[in-house]
């Protein structure tokens, strides 16, 4: 059960003072400030007036509701026998500097919080992630019910002349430039000669071949371009920070839907990782429904 109560003067955060009880454990102002200290730095570095305070106010809850999740879930491996032992955290010491972490053997908070942070793991695995099976069933229905997320996507093969700003010109001049060259197309032009001979980008010397590309790669005015068009057609000149783009469709390859075997180690992580939110956030509410929480503001 959570409990909210008044504090007179929870603005003044000059002197230190119990903003929560989770049971028969306390949380200080001073433990929240510490557990929060890098997002108030970030905020106060990139926010002004009302928005900042809204923002100071929300990282000040979210770091409460943390450690009273924290210590809930601390409470819960004592209660279940969940134990780390010293060294196992030196042995997870050694990991992480190995991985390149800084870490800091002196600092015996800085040691609790590594050894708390097992304990975490250890007893969410023992409580929630042991518990998880991802059956065959389950992943079929996800399949069926998601098919498109796992299609590949389309595919295009491409020719382009790329007509890139010069430094002397304005945009309405580069733009000309491209437009003479979409003329000439129009008016009976190989599209291989003419990005040989005016197109700036690396592929001319092929004709203006830019081979295979997947949906998705190119930028969106391209992208919005092809989106209707046959193999055969080209586009009218089309302007990106690069600078104006004509396009030809080559081959278009439409997205291939993959199945279910082809996907299924997939989707059983994706399962897996879902339930295993849905069953962490089950647990937790189990936790603070059984707790006795006080809040004093």
């Known amino acids: 059960m959570v409990f909210i109560s008044a504090v007179p003067g929870f603005a003044a955060r000059m002197h230190d003072r119990i903003v929560a009880v989770v049971n028969s454990e306390v949380i200080t102002l001073s433990e929240v400030l510490d557990e929060i200290q890098p997002d108030l730095d970030r905020i106060r570095e990139q926010f002004q007036g009302e928005e900042r305070q809204r923002r100071l106010q929300l990282a000040h809850h979210i770091g409460l509701t943390r450690m009273i999740e924290r210590k809930l879930q601390l409470q819960q491996a004592k209660t279940k026998g969940v134990e780390v032992a010293d060294a196992e955290v030196r042995l997870s010491l050694a990991e992480m500097k190995k991985q390149g972490e800084k870490v800091d053997e002196s600092n015996p908070r800085y040691l609790q919080a590594v050894k708390e942070q097992l304990i975490l793991m250890r007893v969410v695995e023992r409580e929630v992630r042991s518990g998880i099976t991802v059956g065959d ?36 001049e580069t733009r000309a430039r491209a437009e003479k060259v979409l003329a000439a197309l129009k008016a009976g032009g190989k599209f291989e000669e003419l990005a040989l001979q005016y197109s700036d980008g690396e592929n001319s010397t092929r004709g203006g071949l830019l081979g295979l590309v997947r949906q998705g790669e190119l930028h969106p005015p391209i992208e919005r371009a092809l989106a209707s068009m046959k193999p055969g057609e080209t586009t009218d000149a089309i302007e990106t920070p690069e600078g104006f783009h004509i396009i030809r469709v080559e081959e278009r390859k439409p997205r291939q839907f993959r199945p279910f075997e082809a996907v299924k180690a997939e989707i059983q992580n994706l399962v897996y990782a879902q339930k295993n939110e849905d069953f962490y956030q089950s647990w937790i509410a189990d936790l603070k429904n059984k707790a006795y929480i006080e809040i004093k503001f």
């Open 137 to 172: 069933t389950e992943m079929r229905r996800y399949f069926k019910e998601h098919e498109s997320r796992f299609a590949l996507p389309e595919e295009y093969t491409l020719s382009q002349i790329l007509i890139r700003p010069r430094s002397f010109e304005t945009p309405e």
